[in-house]
């Protein structure tokens, strides 16, 4: 079965959809189709929509048994580890493209400068992770965070906390960590102290992170909830690398890479285990 929900449906294109699937509320359509008919019909919608917003929503064969595409619209499907999710946008106000101007700012040049700074000047390496109650950082929390500090290739410190929220953490969540409300109730801490403990340790370091933008945009929406400075760090995306060296990979999930390059996966989807397992694939990738 699928279902099909548009905005601003051409007459052309709601009495071809019309042909195939049944209309039972504007702009609204579902069916039993094949696959090839009803990626031709998803292929005619994009052609033909023009400014409106289309969604699919159709049975496949996988855990989730569904799946969906998107056309137009500014929430995304994305790859949670093999989980397809929808990705809200932030609730962020953006300025027109008559208010921007070319060029960068004072603001943009001075970051891209301290950014440049930092590379030269960081000491050391931090491998770091955090698990979240879901994908938005305005909307969802940090419920671990883990971190390891690397010295002439060896693990000298490490560091794994879980980190107590009031929500209720989604049973995806549950079955893909492990974590539930009941560990971080006895064994979580406050989100303030272990930014500061976190912090101190990744000052002035070179931090190797997984997806960055994930990671770094639920810290530093922390460390702004919680009134705290983010520490001077230097970043480094491991995702990239592996894209650029590995690009025939099926998907770049770090399971998935890790196996590929032949390292031990002994647990994932933990803050900590995570931190070891990119390590791990650091080794290999210097080596490829």
């Known amino acids: 079965m699928i279902v099909v929900s548009m905005t601003q449906c051409p007459p052309k294109l709601r009495g071809d959809l019309s042909k195939w699937l049944l209309e039972i509320n504007t702009g609204v ?5 094949n696959a090839k008919v009803r990626d031709a019909l998803w292929k005619r919608i994009c052609e033909n929509i023009s400014d409106g917003q289309a969604t699919m929503v159709f049975n496949t064969n996988n855990e989730q048994h569904m799946d969906f595409y998107v056309h137009n619209t500014s929430w995304k499907p994305v790859d949670f580890d093999g989980i397809k999710l929808m990705q809200h946008p932030d609730k962020v106000v953006r300025p027109s493209e008559s208010e921007l101007k070319l060029g960068f700012s004072d603001a943009a040049k001075m970051r891209m400068a301290n950014k440049r700074r930092r590379k030269r000047t960081a000491e050391g390496l931090v491998i770091l992770d955090i698990e979240t109650t879901g994908l938005s950082c305005v909307e969802d929390e940090i419920i671990e965070i883990g971190a390891i500090e690397i010295k002439d290739d060896k693990i000298v410190r490490e560091f794994s906390e879980l980190i107590r929220t009031e929500k209720e953490i989604p049973e995806l969540i549950q079955k893909m960590t492990g974590i539930d409300s009941h560990m971080l109730k006895e064994n979580g801490k406050e989100l303030h102290s272990v930014l500061l403990d976190l912090f101190e340790i990744i000052e002035g370091k070179n931090v190797a992170i997984y997806n960055a933008d994930f990671d770094l945009g639920f ?15 230097a970043t480094k995306d491991v995702f990239y690398e592996v894209k650029n060296k590995l690009s025939d ?40």
Request: glycine share 6%; with cysteine; hydrophobic share 45%.
């Open 249 to 288: 990979l099926e998907n770049f999930r770090l399971k998935t890479v890790a196996g590929f390059l032949g390292v031990g996966i002994e647990q994932t989807h933990r803050a900590l285990a995570d931190c070891k397992l990119l390590y791990e694939v650091c080794l290999k990738l210097n080596k490829i």
């Open 29 to 33: 359509y579902v069916g039993h189709v």
């Open 219 to 233: 810290l530093k929406k922390a460390a702004e909830q919680c009134d705290i400075d983010f520490p001077d760090i």
